[in-house]
């Protein structure tokens, strides 16, 4: 469903990514782990069509999405919620959502029902919704960030950090939401985190990167049982 393929990234004379090469297949929750500066965002970046990339690309459905076209990336079914929610703060959490359905503006009725759902997942953000976002905690900005993502109703959801500066039980919340959507909606997820543990107890595969290269991969259960991995990133 999507791959990339020897994706390679530059700024300037420094390499972000090196020929990396994954995929997330029709129906996964894919973890990407790894620290700051491993890569993850800049690949994000990329899938999302913000990014360049230096070499190598990544296909979506046959598709080419690594041409620097953000709103052809949205349009085809790709949208992220990036790390650190970038809402706008002064609006109102239901003016946020719908600035997620921008490419859909013309489908006001598939619009209301994606508005409907996210209320589902989040009935928050009902009780919420004429505040502005600015004024919510952090985890009920989060799951503004997510639901505005998913207004795009995009078939893949690039999830950066989702769980970033959040209490244990807003990240049970948020990402018990993703395999809701996952399992009921059908969306493929590329979730990236350094919260390996809660990441890899919802995911099918993961990755590891670590300096711009994959360094790890396999199932679920190859990487709670793989000795870099429990010290690396479950401190066991």
Do not use: W
């Amino acid at each position: 469903m999507l791959e990339v393929r020897n994706l390679s990234v530059r700024y300037g004379a420094y390499t972000a990514l090196h020929n990396v090469n994954l995929n997330v297949k029709p129906g996964e929750i894919v973890v990407l782990l790894g620290a700051n500066g491993a890569g993850k965002s800049s690949l994000f970046r990329t899938l999302s069509g913000l990014q360049r990339p230096s070499g190598g690309d990544a296909v979506y459905e046959g598709k080419t999405i690594t041409l620097g076209r953000p709103e052809h990336c949205v349009a085809l079914g790709v949208a992220q919620c990036p790390e650190g929610r970038l809402l706008f703060p002064q609006l109102s959490v239901e003016k946020n959502l719908r600035l997620g359905a921008y490419t859909k503006r013309a489908d006001a009725r598939g619009t209301e029902a994606m508005l409907k759902r996210v209320n589902d997942l989040f009935p928050i953000l009902v009780e919420k919704r004429s505040d502005p976002a600015g004024s919510l905690s952090g985890g009920q900005q989060q799951m503004v960030a997510i639901g505005r993502a998913l207004m795009a109703r995009p078939k893949v959801l690039l999830l950066d950090e989702p769980s970033l500066g959040l209490a244990p039980l807003v990240v049970d919340q948020v990402l018990q939401a993703v395999v809701r959507v996952n399992q009921e909606d059908g969306v493929s997820v590329l979730l990236a985190e350094q919260n390996a543990f809660a990441a890899l107890s919802i995911a099918h595969r993961a990755y590891v990167m670590e300096g711009g290269h994959v360094t790890i991969e396999g199932s679920r259960d190859e990487l709670l049982h793989d000795d870099r991995v429990r010290s690396a990133y479950l401190g066991v």
